[in-house]
């Protein structure tokens, strides 16, 4: 009996810290989507500068910052797709760990 109460009570505090942790996951994804839209925008509006009317070309540090730009998001959009299968993966642990503490909590009831 207190070794399911223990169990229970484990898998309690993991669900807790797995909702804690979805939290400040979307927090950061939210964040990270506001960066790349940004960037996006900046994108957007120095190609439409350069390309005119009047077309010029671009001074070397605007190719430059162009590029860093364009290697930026996409690094972000790596990282939204990791916090994406983090965020799913800790949805699985999360129903896992409920579907036990609920057969837990039966056998503790009983018992």
Known sequence: EGRQADLYESL???TAA??????GLGLLK???EQEVKQLEEDFKLL???????????PAAHQIEANHARKNR???LKTR???IDKRSQDLRV???????????VAKKVALA
Not at 18 to 23: N, P, S, T, Y
Not at 47 to 57: A, S, V, Y
Not at 93 to 103: F, G, P, R, V, W
């Open 12 to 14: 309690t505090r993991e």
């Open 18 to 23: 797995v909702d804690k942790e979805l939290a």
């Open 30 to 32: 939210h964040r990270v």
């Open 47 to 57: 190609t439409q500068t350069m390309f005119g009317p009047p077309r010029r070309e």
């Open 73 to 75: 998001i996409k690094e």
């Open 80 to 82: 939204l797709s990791q």
């Open 93 to 103: 642990s999360k129903a896992t760990a409920q579907s036990q503490s609920i057969e």
